[in-house]
């Protein structure tokens, strides 16, 4: 039976993989050490260091365990929502009106999200709230959906803020929402 592991087709794969894994692990603030600790030696450093630089490969099902443990989408993992893309990153600004937000029962869980937010950064005007493309993606787990169902979203919920523009990333120009 040949060994497919070092299959020039699955290795490239592989190792984009492991650079999204330690994406993730290095936007979790985590070291190798602390996934292992954390995770109880479910997982130990050398195969997280190891599945990152694409020198072993992942099942699917301890791919999605990862994947949970990390609490990201697997989506992002096998590259369908891609963390390096700096285009995308900087596509959306938005910028909540606070005072508005909080008249809509339906989004309660935002409103506390943007409480604490506030609280951490010591952002005390009340007003307007600037989301960072992390929020952005927390916000979109809240209410499960992708940036343009959140923008739908707070744009019917007539929550953004003036401030808030969205790059089209077809011809690159700003457009106010």
Known sequence: ????????????????????????????????????????GRWSASA??????????????????????????????LGEIDLRDDDRAGSVKIVLDLTNLEGIAEAAPLVRYARSIVLERGDWNGRVLSIRRDDVRAL???????????????????????????IDLTDKAPAAV
């Open 1 to 40: 039976m040949p060994d497919d592991s070092n299959d020039d087709t699955t290795l490239p794969f592989s190792r984009e993989v492991g650079q999204r894994l330690r994406a993730v692990r290095r936007q979790r603030r985590l070291s190798l050490d602390d996934v292992e600790r954390q995770s109880d």
């Open 48 to 77: 997280i260091g190891a599945y990152e630089r694409g020198f072993r490969n992942l099942s699917l099902p301890r791919l999605r365990e990862l994947a949970e443990f990390y609490d990201v989408p697997m989506a992002t993992l």
């Open 140 to 166: 979109c787990s809240m209410l499960q959906v992708d940036e343009a169902g959140l923008l739908t979203q707070l744009e019917a919920w007539k929550v953004l803020s003036d401030a808030t523009t969205v």
